[in-house]
T-cell receptor, first 113, second 111 residues
Framework: SQTIHQWPATLVQPVGSPLSLECTVEGTSNPNLYWYRQAAGRGLQLLFYSVGIGQISSEVPQNLSASRPQDRQFILSSKKLLLSDSGFYLC????????????FGQGTRLTVV | KQEVTQIPAALSVPEGENLVLNCSFTDSAIYNLQWFRQDPGKGLTSLLLIQSSQREQTSGRLNASLDKSSGRSTLYIAASQPGDSATYLCAVLNAGNMLTFGGGTRLMVKP
């Protein structure tokens, strides 16, 4: 069966520090991969999605970047965190193609202080 | 640009009641609609997936309907239980494999 892992579960980082969140998927190949952010009191915002290794699409201008170095690995990064980067970050995957179901990881709670 | 709205934003009901959560979307050119459950501080759990060609899906006490032409979906929860307390999110899949989410309905079922 397929599983998705996200880590760390919680993270407290000072303003200006770098960030690296990792997401891996097991039990499937060539998945679509997504990073979402859920800010307090707001809905889920799509940040990045990827349909293959090295293929990253960005949905909103921001202080973040994403990379997909391997087929089932998706990394969210920042060189210098801002207070506004605080939030709940969720990774998701779906089978390549249309009309497929999306599955989410357990999320990372990031607090920038 | 697709916009998804969920009504009500919050709902509190006594245990045992049947209830309906509403989701509406502005662009009817969707591939599917998915309902999720989110417990506090946790990720999203997929409840039901309705393809654009389908009218409804059922799983246990949950039934989701889709009226694509009018841009609406409802999630029906029968005989609600305290364990159903959570935030329920709907999301639609458009071209480009992008899910657009509603703001969610926060449900509290009181024993």
């Amino acid at each position: 069966s397929q599983t998705i892992h996200q880590w760390p579960a919680t993270l407290v980082q000072p303003v200006g520090s770098p960030l690296s969140l990792e997401c891996t998927v097991e039990g499937t190949s060539n998945p679509n991969l997504y990073w979402y952010r859920q800010a307090a009191g707001r809905g889920l915002q799509l940040l990045f999605y990827s349909v293959g290794i090295g293929q990253i699409s960005s949905e909103v201008p921001q202080n973040l970047s994403a990379s997909r170095p391997q087929d089932r690995q998706f990394i969210l990064s920042s060189k210098k965190l801002l207070l506004s980067d605080s939030g709940f970050y969720l990774c998701a995957w779906s089978v390549r193609g249309l009309n497929t179901e999306a599955f989410f990881g357990q999320g990372t709670r990031l607090t920038v202080v | 640009k697709q916009e998804v709205t969920q009504i009500p934003a919050a709902l509190s009901v006594p245990e045992g009641e049947n209830l309906v959560l509403n989701c509406s979307f502005t662009d009817s050119a969707i591939y599917n609609l998915q309902w999720f459950r989110q417990d506090p501080g946790k990720g999203l759990t997929s409840l039901l997936l309705i393809q654009s060609s389908q009218r409804e899906q059922t799983s246990g006490r949950l039934n989701a309907s889709l009226d694509k032409s009018s841009g609406r979906s409802t999630l029906y929860i029968a005989a609600s239980q305290p364990g159903d307390s959570a935030t329920y999110l709907c999301a639609v899949l458009n071209a480009g494999n992008m899910l657009t989410f509603g703001g969610g309905t926060r449900l509290m079922v009181k024993p």
